[in-house]
């Protein structure tokens, strides 16, 4: 009940501000937004979904065509192989640590950022971009650097027999890098947007901090928290980059899907890598759909932010 | 801190995982021998069971050998790596992950097999190659990997060399500026021979593929009727050598089974699973059985450079012969 009072009063606002729109001529309010003739609309459409059934349908198409190409009992072979399952679990199982330590650092930096200001704010937004400029090839060598045998802790890691470069932890490390900023991308401006006039009205009302942050934050930014773990996990299932650097692409124990695929096309099972490759792509489709659910009831819940 | 504490838990949880008890080997391999040695290890598990009664795995890592190399030293655990060129297992010797001594360790300087350089063309040879004077032409577009991270582009690099010098003479200039034209022509160098082949064959870039002897029969097998091989009047000696990384397996308390592992790559049984992966048996009676896809032919040896090391320096190591006359084309 506490976070609707707010947008009463904003309403109210905002209907004022219609009747004046429906005192201006009509003629203005039926005009078309654009000048260009029917002809060159078509054009347009039709230039963009050539581009898009030419670049993105045909490959994805491309992908299951391939897959399927020596049958379906290839196929099932394929995934059957414990080298293939070995790599899906990997991929499961990193994107399951990577995305919940994401999600919860990105909720804490949006609500530092949004909500207090302190010295180095600005560093902080920009730093959190840093995974997005630079290539996550470097991402994975800064973590051979750190912690490989020749590496600042490598002394240590060995005199502890401690494998992080080329074993699992490596190559969660590596995915965490590369989607580090996606949650915390998406909450920022939203927690900016909404403003905290209901964290403070709930404040006044007696709720503690974690009481504020459960009943009132959370519900207010559900559908911009999803789309980023969303987002996340989609490129956490798919990095290759930086997993390829940390890996050490030991077969049923260091590969990721992504990189089975490119060693079962290197190894002439053109087939089996397409099939993998068509398991990516359905998760991928799935996290598409899930994205664009998500998206629509974001943008609902940030539209209404605004007003 | 609760999130430091999470990461650090999950981390050890996963290294917790990866040091579970069980004889597991992890061979450290260069490219072309995802065949070769999906063949052995199938046959040495059987071999080791019916000898000790022990059950063994063994894990596979493939890449270009000096890559592979790099990963060995950065803390890849392997228990044995079998390399593309001895100056890969030279550098894991150096910093003392390997035995000084490991060329000494197996017979024939822990070369198991040989190989050398040939070419792959397309069905008929329409570009007419018959000799490496044939790659320096103007319009030929010639695929090899490349030798800062290949062992097998390496080789091809020397072998090219040493057919310089047969024709344009010892003056080391004219060598370069033959070799430069020969690069002139590359229009991608992959990281490892393996990405070449693909580059070659799946993707259909480039008229000829300079390849390991091995890789372009198995590019027959694989893609039949498309390619010819073509071998060369000369080409060189390449002698892919194998090593226990003798600081891992120690602390892993695999040595003994590492050292089984890489011995019997020698006998009868290893040996014809390596004539029937196109690699050149070191076995007499193997290579005889085997013959017919070995043609003879001059081979320069190592030796020839002043062994890996000099090459090493001169050729490949940052600033080397290779790095003054390789510009990326466009």
């Not at chain 1, 072979?77 to 414990?82: C, I």
């Not at chain 2, 430091?4 to 949880?13: E, R």
């Not at chain 2, 199938?42 to 019916?50: D, L, M, S, T, V």
């Not at chain 2, 050149?280 to 032919?297: G, T």
């Amino acid at each position: 009940m506490v976070e609707r009072a707010p947008h009463g009063t904003r309403a109210q606002l905002i209907m004022a501000g219609a009747t004046q729109t429906l005192t201006l001529p009509r003629f203005a309010a039926t005009r078309p937004a654009t000048e260009e003739s029917r002809a060159v609309q078509w054009l347009l459409i039709a230039i963009v979904l050539l581009f898009f059934a030419a670049f993105l349908l045909l490959p994805l198409a491309m992908v299951f065509v391939e897959a399927f190409r020596k049958g379906m009992r290839v196929y099932f072979e394929t995934l059957r192989d414990p080298d293939t399952v070995a790599a899906i679990w990997l991929t499961l199982k990193t994107a399951a640590i990577a995305v919940p330590l994401n999600t919860t650092f990105g909720l804490a930096a949006a609500w530092a950022i949004a909500r207090f200001q302190f010295p180095g704010k600005r560093l902080l937004t920009n730093l959190i971009d840093l995974p997005l400029w630079i290539s996550p090839v470097i991402g994975g060598l800064i973590y051979v650097l750190l912690f490989g045998s020749q590496g600042w802790f490598g002394d240590w890691l060995i005199g502890h027999d401690i494998k992080i470069i080329f074993a699992q932890p490596g190559i969660v490390l590596a995915t965490i890098f590369v989607t580090f900023p996606f949650v915390a991308r998406g909450l920022i401006p939203l927690m900016q947007s909404q403003g905290q006039l209901e964290e403070e009205a709930a404040l006044t009302l007696g709720a503690s901090g974690w009481q504020v942050f459960r009943r009132v934050t959370l519900p207010k930014i559900k559908w911009g928290l999803i789309y980023g773990v969303i987002l996340c996990n989609a490129r956490a299932m798919g990095e290759f980059g930086a997993v390829s650097v940390v890996s050490g692409h030991v077969r049923g124990r260091t590969n990721t899907m992504p990189l089975h695929i490119e060693i079962l096309y290197n190894d002439y099972a053109i087939s089996a890598a397409f099939a993998v490759a068509s398991v990516l792509s359905l998760l991928a489709l799935m996290t598409l759909a899930l994205k664009t659910i998500t998206e629509w009831r974001a943008q609902r819940q940030f539209r209404r932010a605004l007003h | 801190m609760k999130l430091l504490t999470t990461t650090l838990l999950a981390l050890l949880a996963f290294a917790g995982v990866t040091h579970a008890a069980k004889v597991e080997l992890l061979n450290v391999s260069y490219d072309p021998t995802r065949e070769l040695y999906q063949e052995y290890n199938k046959a040495f598990i059987q071999y080791w069971k019916g000898k000790t009664g022990q059950d063994v795995s063994i894990q596979q890592s493939h890449g270009g050998s000096g890559k592979q190399a790099r990963a060995v030293l950065d803390g890849l655990e392997a228990d044995v790596v079998t390399l593309g060129l001895g100056y890969d297992i030279d550098i894991l010797a150096d910093r003392g992950l390997v035995g000084k001594d490991w060329q000494s360790v197996f017979p024939h300087n822990s070369s198991p097999y040989t190989s050398t350089i040939v070419f792959l063309v397309r069905k008929g040879n329409p570009k007419g190659i018959k000799d490496w004077n044939d790659l320096v032409k103007p319009g030929i577009s010639v695929i090899t990997p490349n030798p800062k991270t290949s062992g097998g582009a390496r080789w091809n690099y020397l072998a090219a060399w040493a057919f310089a010098e047969q024709k344009v003479g010892k003056e080391e200039g004219r060598i370069r500026e033959w070799i430069k034209s020969l690069y002139k022509n590359v229009p991608v160098l992959d990281s490892g021979a393996r990405g070449s082949t693909i580059t070659f064959a799946q993707r259909g870039i480039g008229d000829v593929l300079i390849a390991w002897e091995n890789e372009a029969h198995l590019a027959l097998q694989e893609f039949g009727s498309k390619f010819d091989i073509v071998t060369p009047s000369q080409s060189i000696l390449a002698e892919p050598p194998v090593a226990v990384v003798s600081r891992v397996a120690g602390k892993k308390g695999t040595y003994d089974i590492a050292h089984a592992y890489l011995e019997y790559l020698y006998s009868d049984e290893g040996q014809d699973i390596i004539g029937k992966n196109f690699y050149r048996p070191r076995s007499q009676a193997v290579a005889a059985k085997y013959a017919s896809n070995f043609p003879k032919l001059k081979l320069v040896t190592i030796a020839d450079f002043g062994g890996w090391r000099a090459a090493q320096s001169k050729h490949f190591n940052d600033g080397g012969v290779f790095d003054q006359i390789y510009k990326p084309s466009k």
